[in-house]
């Protein structure tokens, strides 16, 4: 039974720190967080790092700044704290050492003294007799005396986790239903290891879940296989098994699990793009969890509309051209001053301070990443304008007439954009096309872009006549 302060649902997260995470990573991360925020329980962090080569201190505090980016927030864990610290499988030493004592106790672990060219040995025999490989027990049925002997000639030993043949373990996956995994093909497992005695991934992961109350593990469906042993485990300790769930895995445009080539992207790498962290949440959060409504929402609605049953089982494709749907959702919708300092320092230095919010309103419609907002920023405020691709050619057509009109309706409504096109109109002769594309053509030197009206206001009426009358 749950304890009283205990939270209904309590999810985790517990990347090993041994690079940036990625989308793939940080999409466990996520779901994770959505189903903790969805049953109003609490998301956990754990830090696993047991691998003590591979793990770094700036793997976790870049993956800690990440998560946070994102606004996955967790609320216990390392820097939040909580009851059941400490958060990092390094400084765990000590409990899982009381964890392998019991077992031992109670002859369920035992030293494994084969070396790996034995373990290769015995595991190509058995493959080759067409059985699955397993550890084949030779050092379950040591008798003390030889145990000592071994120990004797300085052999480093693992320790093993005795697995009892004939059984089946079975469990009801959160994401693929009914699970069962006979225990003869698992076969003795290592615990601990021999370098430093350090506990090995499905123990400590293991023993850590049940003992922080995690209630539910979203976890990749490359675990798939290591849960019967983690329950195993935990049924020895007498500790509780949280509901297990395996999510499909994420492939790239051809099938194969995702990678750099195919898109794989770390989210530093989003960030330094310019994605915004809502950008990449409602895209993710939507690879391999079906939302009814393909709508940019924000955190809570994500949250409320999350849930187990729509997690798929066929693998999840990554694509692109999603993400930067949501992203220009983001754009879309982020607030003024956001998108102010999304923009950037080189933006910073070329709109007037007064501007800001008509800038950033003028053209967050029609930009993605802050190198578009740079342009539209040197659109209208460096003192010279490039006519881009085909502009140059249009301005040529609509000849030197056309803008000596065009200045003239300006200089006669310079703060009045409609006035001006009426009065163009009827001097110039030119409608539709003919007189927009030529005047969007010499004022933003584009055929393309923001309306028209705010940009003219936005480069003010000394700069918009210069760039007309330079055709005259
Ligand atoms: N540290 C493991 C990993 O990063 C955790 C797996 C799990 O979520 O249980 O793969």
Known sequence: MRAMNSPAVKTR????????????????????????RHGHGVFLLRIEDTDLERSRDEHTIALMEDLRWLGLDWQEGPAVGGEHGPYAQSQRDEIYQRYFALLEDEGLAYPCFCSQRELDLSRKTQLASGRPPRYAGTCARLNPEERQKRLDKGIQP??????????????????RGPQSFATDDIGDFVIRRSEGNSAAFFFSNAIDDALMGVTHVLRGEDHLTNTPRQIL????????????????MIVGSDGTPLSKRSGSRSVRELREIGYLPLAVVNYLARLGHHYENNAYMAWDELAKDFDLPKLGRSPARYDGAQLDYYQRQAVQHADSKTLWQWMGEAVHALVPAAQRDDFVAAVRGNIMLPGEALHWARVLFAATLALQGEAQAVVTQAGPDFFAAAAAAHAAHPADYAAMVERLKRDSGAKGKNLFKPLRAALTGELDGPELAPLLTLMGAERARARLARWI
């Open 13 to 36: 997260f517990a990347p090993s720190p041994t690079g940036l995470i990625h989308v793939g990573n940080v999409r466990t991360a996520l779901f994770n967080a959505l189903y903790a």
């Open 158 to 175: 693992t320790l093993r986790f005795r697995v009892l043949d004939g059984d089946v373990v079975r469990f009801e996956d959160l994401v």
């Open 233 to 248: 485990l935990q049924r020895a300790l007498s500790l509780p098994t949280p509901h297990y769930g395996h999510i499909s």
